[in-house]
């Protein structure tokens, strides 16, 4: 009975497991996914295990703690250490050689980690534009200021002390110093500015006379008669011998002038005999003669003078020479005078011919003989009563220097100066240059002021117009605004026309600054003022071939800002700006980029012989050059005097090309030259292959190495070759994952293949020198924007530009406490 009630019981039981597993589906555990790395957890862990026994507690090493570092919080308080830690752990300098070393996958795994808590707050924070140092206007910002402000074009600021630089520029807020002679070097420029400007004495006009034996059409046998040029005319009204007459002049196009000349006529006729006096001038002034007055104008020589205005038309009645007469006129302003002439007007048909005999040419003027820039600068309404005009030209020049509108105040104070200055019997002009002296040593002007509008507000917000032109012009032009700028910042539509402003300024001629001032200093092209490339080696090198080095890559860059080229152009393009001296130099024959000893067969058609010093655009497409790296320029600078230097060339490229700089070198690394001379035999890249065997060398060099033996073709002075002394040269290299290349041409396409890195680069360097300040972490976000902006824009110059100076770090400014 009880076995009957257990086997039922077993069935029962049997059914019930049976009818579950078919109700019920299997549970399946899923797989848990692996926890993020925190730095609590494998951050403290890691420090634990390599770093708090030398930096923990009252007497940690080099003072420096880690104990205050237990969350995400305390690292972003001290962000600035942390960079530190990240780079010391990087190259390897800690922990000490003594002490066990992490594995590089532990050192990866724990700076990634510590980068990506700071990736997450920049990406989260509240924006933070930044602020920027007032910061006075360096020499070059100076002087083309002075230029534009004043329309004295000189180097004012010469004798004043050389710009300090900061994270590679010379308009850093933070470096740029005031030293006491400064101040004496800035009242002395502003007195010698408008002493030029201004003349409260004007001097007389000049007059420029020449005797009529050297004025032209020049020849063997001019005719001359007593000092008298002989000008005969034939049947048909043609000179014989010479006619119209004429000299040049080459004189300032905005003055007037008076002409003059002395002449009498011999003839047979009793009527009156016409002689004119001719300007030949630009095409485009007005009162050009017709093709109908031209004609009246006796002459084989007045067809070369047109376009012409006929001045004057005399009739000459002296039939001697003491009875000669002076002919007088007036000529116009702007109208590009170039030769002043004197010629016969034809006589009626049937008439006797004339001679005319020519004594003196003279130009005098211009009649107002103050300068230009006097006449600009004081230009005011003369009904106006002296105050008035007092007031309205200060206020212009205040406004103007100030790069905002002049205050009331500051107005009533210059006028106060100039007062005092008329009242001890000086002429007007002079109160004006003296007002106008002190608007120079003022701080308004000599400082890049951007006063805040808002002070209280706690949150970031947009600078004004006028502060918005101030830092567009001094980027681009390295000078204040011009009148179309400040126009629109008075009627606030700066900021929407920004686009159009943009590209108007980088076709401007002014827009050369940008390759003055940053390309050179990006590239670090200074130094090639003072290299010296060692003679006995590389004799071809001179004064000649340096200057010719600098204006290759000025030109270069001045087509690519002027044609919105790609950035891309900057590490590969086909062509550059060649003269005969550096064409020689890099053997290259003429305009399209054959070489010398070329085949025949593979020569591109259409070149042009480079032939002088001009310089002139010349194609390099399948040449191995193009772009700035196999320029001589950036060759050069990059290389000891002596040989070549692999390391430098990468480095280089590191710094200024990806933006990713290897860390400095260890102490005590063996030197591959002594006394001038190799340590070890061999090419430069054995002796740099040997120098690689020290471990504290190679990881540094495997990255810096590779890129600089690409190079390798090129000397120390950026002249092609093949040979290392007598050893061939190997100019492969491979980088860091296993990426092999051959010469420069295949170096390039690996560095395009990079060109999101480059392009971050180019960003950060433009954005530095553009807000003159080092950037800092809370601009990343402004970066990352630009870069994927470019990259959409086909990485055109102008989409840099553009999406920078729309950018909250270049328009706007911090917020109270921030």
């Given at each position: 009975m009880r076995l009957r009630r257990s086997c039922l019981l077993l069935s029962v039981l049997l059914v019930s497991v049976l009818w579950l597993s078919r109700e019920t589906e299997p549970t399946v555990v899923a797989a848990q996914p692996k926890a993020e790395p925190t730095f609590q957890g494998e951050g403290i862990a890691f420090l634990k295990k390599h770093c708090t026994t030398c930096h923990s507690g009252a007497k940690a090493k080099a003072d420096f703690s880690l104990d205050k570092f237990t969350d995400d919080a305390s690292l972003l308080k001290d962000r600035k250490a942390w960079l530190r830690v990240l780079d010391v752990l990087k190259a390897r300098e800690m922990p000490p050689e003594s002490k066990p070393q992490p594995a590089v996958a532990e050192?990866?795994?724990?700076?990634?980690?510590?980068?990506?808590?700071?990736?997450?707050?920049?990406?989260?924070?509240?924006?933070?534009?930044?602020?920027?140092?007032?910061?006075?206007?360096?020499?070059?910002?100076?002087?083309?200021?002075?230029?534009?402000?004043?329309?004295?074009?000189?180097?004012?600021?010469?004798?004043?002390?050389?710009?300090?630089?900061?994270?590679?520029?010379?308009?850093?807020?933070?470096?740029?110093?005031?030293?006491?002679?400064?101040?004496?070097?800035?009242?002395?420029?502003?007195?010698?500015?408008?002493?030029?400007?201004?003349?409260?004495?004007?001097?007389?006009?000049?007059?420029?006379?020449?005797?009529?034996?050297?004025?032209?059409?020049?020849?063997?046998?001019?005719?001359?008669?007593?000092?008298?040029?002989?000008?005969?005319?034939?049947?048909?009204?043609t000179p014989v011998d010479t006619g119209p007459i004429f000299t040049r002049y080459k004189v300032p196009s905005d003055g007037v002038y008076n002409a003059q000349t002395t002449v009498y006529?011999?003839?047979?006729?009793?009527?009156?005999?016409?002689?004119?006096?001719?300007?030949?001038?630009?095409?485009?002034?007005?009162?050009?003669?017709?093709?109908?007055?031209?004609?009246?104008?006796?002459?084989?020589?007045?067809?070369?003078?047109?376009?012409?205005?006929?001045?004057?038309?005399?009739?000459?009645?002296?039939?001697?020479?003491?009875?000669?007469?002076?002919?007088?006129?007036?000529?116009?302003?702007?109208?590009?005078?170039?030769?002043?002439?004197?010629?016969?007007?034809?006589?009626?048909?049937?008439?006797?011919?004339?001679?005319?005999?020519?004594?003196?040419?003279?130009?005098?003027?211009?009649?107002?003989?103050?300068?230009?820039?006097?006449?600009?600068?004081?230009?005011?309404?003369?009904?106006?009563?002296?105050?008035?005009?007092?007031?309205?030209v200060l206020e212009r020049f205040a406004s103007r220097a100030y790069r905002r509108p002049a205050t009331k105040d500051e107005v009533d104070r210059l006028v106060k100066l100039a007062d005092s200055v008329i009242a001890k019997g000086e002429k007007w002009d002079a109160g004006m240059q003296f007002a106008m002296t002190a608007v120079l040593c003022s701080p308004k002007f000599l400082f890049r002021v951007e006063l805040d509008d808002r002070p209280d507000s706690a949150e970031p917000h947009t600078i004004d117009e006028y502060q918005l032109a101030s830092r567009l012009s001094y980027f681009l032009w390295a000078s204040m605004p011009d009148d179309e700028l400040t126009a629109l910042a008075a009627k606030k539509q700066l900021t929407a026309q920004l686009d159009a402003q943009v590209k108007r300024m980088l076709r401007d001629p002014k827009a050369k600054a940008l390759t003055e001032h940053f390309v050179m200093q990006w590239l670090q092209l200074q130094p090639l003022r003072n290299a010296r490339p060692d003679p006995t080696k590389f004799p071809a090198f001179n004064e000649q071939l340096r200057v010719a080095m600098t204006k290759e890559t000025k030109l270069f860059f001045e087509e690519i800002v002027r044609e919105d080229r790609s950035i891309l152009n900057i590490i590969d393009a086909d062509f550059t700006y060649l003269n005969a001296p550096l064409a020689r130099h890099y053997g290259i024959t003429d305009t399209a980029g054959n070489y010398v000893g070329q085949d025949a067969k593979t020569k591109k058609p259409g070149g042009q012989p480079i032939r002088d010093e001009n310089f002139v655009r010349v194609n390099l497409a399948g040449s191995g050059r193009g772009g700035v790296l196999t320029q001589s320029s950036v060759l050069t600078v990059t290389s000891n005097p002596g040989r070549t230097s692999p390391v430098k060339r990468g480095r280089w490229v590191l710094e200024q090309l990806l933006g990713t700089p290897p860390p400095p070198p260890p102490p005590n690394v063996p030197e591959l030259e002594k006394d001038g001379k190799p340590v070890s035999a061999g090419t430069l890249r054995q002796q740099m292959e040997a120098h690689r065997k020290n471990p504290a060398c190679a990881n540094c060099h495997a990255k810096m190495d590779g890129l600089g033996f690409g190079l390798e073709n090129f000397d120390a002075v950026g002249a092609f070759r093949t040979k290392d002394g007598e050893l061939p040269i190997d100019s492969s290299g491979e980088l860091p994952g296993k990426v092999k290349f051959n010469g420069p041409t295949e170096l390039k396409q690996i560095l395009l293949g990079k060109k999101d890195l480059f392009a971050k680069c180019l960003t950060e360097k433009l954005m530095t020198y553009a807000l003159g300040r080092g950037l800092e972490y809370y601009d990343r976000r402004a970066i990352d924007q630009i870069t994927a902006a470019l990259a959409k824009n086909d990485y055109k110059l102008s989409a840099l530009v553009t999406e920078l100076v729309k950018s909250e770090?270049?328009?706007?400014?911090?917020?109270?406490?921030?």
């Open positions: 050192v990866e795994a724990f700076t990634k980690l510590v980068g990506d808590i700071f990736e997450k707050h920049d990406r989260n924070a509240k924006p933070d534009p930044g602020r920027v140092t007032m910061r006075r206007l360096n020499r070059n910002e100076y002087n083309n200021t002075i230029r534009d402000l004043v329309g004295v074009d000189f180097n004012p600021a010469e004798d004043f002390p050389s710009d300090d630089v900061g994270y590679g520029f010379d308009n850093i807020g933070d470096v740029l110093t005031l030293p006491p002679v400064l101040l004496e070097r800035y009242l002395a420029a502003a007195e010698s500015i408008m002493a030029q400007a201004i003349t409260p004495i004007p001097p007389k006009p000049t007059v420029r006379g020449v005797g009529t034996q050297f004025t032209e059409p020049a020849g063997p046998k001019v005719p001359m008669k007593n000092n008298y040029r002989v000008v005969t005319a034939n049947k048909d009204g006529i011999e003839t047979t006729s009793t009527k009156p005999v016409k002689v004119a006096l001719l300007a030949a001038c630009e095409k485009t002034a007005k009162g050009v003669a017709t093709d109908e007055e031209a004609d009246k104008i006796s002459g084989a020589a007045a067809k070369s003078l047109r376009p012409f205005i006929i001045l004057k038309t005399v009739e000459v009645k002296a039939r001697t020479e003491k009875a000669r007469e002076s002919i007088r006129v007036e000529i116009p302003a702007d109208i590009g005078l170039d030769k002043l002439a004197v010629a016969l007007v034809k006589t009626d048909e049937g008439e006797p011919l004339p001679t005319m005999y020519v004594q003196y040419m003279s130009l005098e003027g211009p009649l107002d003989s103050r300068p230009t820039s006097h006449r600009k600068l004081l230009a005011c309404d003369p009904k106006a009563t002296q105050a008035e005009q007092s007031r309205a770090p270049f328009r706007c400014r911090r917020g109270k406490n921030q």
